[in-house]
T-cell receptor
Framework: TQLLEQSPQFLSIQEGENLTVYCNSS?????LQWYRQEPGEGPVLLVT???GGEVKKLKRLTFQFGDARKDSSLHITAAQPGDTGLYLC?????????????WGLGTSLAVNP | GAVVSQHPSWVICKSGTSVKIECRSL??????MFWYRQFPKQSLMLMAT?????????EQGVEKDKFLINHASLTLSTLTVTSAHPEDSSFYIC???????????FGPGTRLTVL
C-alpha cells in the first residue's frame, strides 16, 4: 500500500507567522502536486513538481520536491488570513496509463488575524 | 485552464432514494475520470476510476452496485448513489484528465445530504 504521510494535520497560527507542511512517503513519485481547498469547493491545484530537488515559488509559497522524489514540503512566509484552507499533497505514479494520485490526509490551516 | 462542472452542487434527499450526480468537462474531452468522496476537513478518498467506453474500476471497499458510474461520453460522466442512506452523506468530487495528459481537473463538488 502506498501511503503519503502529511503533517501536521491541523495548524492554527497568527497572521504574519511562517509555517511548513510536509508530505513524506517510502514510495518514489513521478510527480507531486499541492492543492488548496476551501469549504464547499473542489481542490485547486497550486503547483506540480516533477524533478528531484526542484523548488518552485508562488508568491509567498515555496514548494520543494525531495531529491529522491519521496517527499515534499510547502512553506508559507508571512501567512495571511486568506491562506486559511485545507492543503493537500498528492503523488503521481508513473505506471503505464495509471493516472491515479496518492493523497495525503491534508493539513487544515487556520490563520488568525 | 480546463473547466469541469458538476450538477447539482448540493442535494438533500430522503433515505432510500437514488441520486444522480453529473460531471461535465466543458472545454476538453476526458478519457479518464475519477470520483472521490470527502468528509469534512478530511482528505479525498478515491472511489473509482473509469475510462471512456469501459467499466469503472472501483477501489476496495466501494460497492459498485451502490455507486453506479457511467462514463457515457468524453464530456459527460455520472455517479448514481442508489438507495442512499445517511452514511452516504458526503462531498462528492469528480476529476477528469484530458487525452494523454496527466493533469487532473477538479469539479466544484456536490454536497449530498441524506435525511
Amino acid at each position: 500500500t502506498q501511503l503519503l504521510e502529511q503533517s501536521p494535520q491541523f495548524l492554527s497560527i497568527q497572521e504574519g507567522e511562517n509555517l511548513t507542511v510536509y508530505c513524506n512517503s517510502s514510495s518514489v513519485f513521478s510527480s507531486l502536486q499541492w492543492y488548496r481547498q476551501e469549504p464547499g469547493e473542489g481542490p485547486v491545484l497550486l503547483v506540480t513538481v516533477v524533478t528531484g530537488g526542484e523548488v518552485k515559488k508562488l508568491k509567498r509559497l515555496t514548494f520543494q520536491f525531495g531529491d529522491a522524489r519521496k517527499d515534499s514540503s510547502l512553506h508559507i512566509t508571512a501567512a495571511q488570513p486568506g491562506d486559511t484552507g485545507l492543503y493537500l499533497c498528492a503523488g503521481g505514479l508513473n505506471a503505464g496509463n495509471n493516472r491515479k494520485l496518492i493523497w495525503g490526509l491534508g493539513t487544515s490551516l487556520a490563520v488568525n488575524p | 485552464g480546463a473547466v469541469v462542472s458538476q450538477h447539482p452542487s448540493w442535494v438533500i434527499c430522503k433515505s432510500g432514494t437514488s441520486v444522480k450526480i453529473e460531471c461535465r468537462s466543458l472545454d476538453f474531452q476526458a478519457t479518464t475520470m475519477f470520483w472521490y468522496r470527502q468528509f469534512p476537513k478530511q482528505s479525498l478518498m478515491l472511489m473509482a476510476t473509469s475510462n471512456e467506453g469501459s467499466k469503472a474500476t472501483y477501489e476496495q471497499g466501494v460497492e459498485k452496485d451502490k455507486f453506479l458510474i457511467n462514463h457515457a461520453s468524453l464530456t459527460l460522466s455520472t455517479l448514481t448513489v442508489t438507495s442512499a442512506h445517511p452514511e452516504d452523506s458526503s462531498f462528492y468530487i469528480c476529476t477528469k484528465t484530458p487525452g494523454s495528459k496527466r493533469t487532473q481537473y477538479f469539479g466544484p463538488g456536490t454536497r449530498l445530504t441524506v435525511l
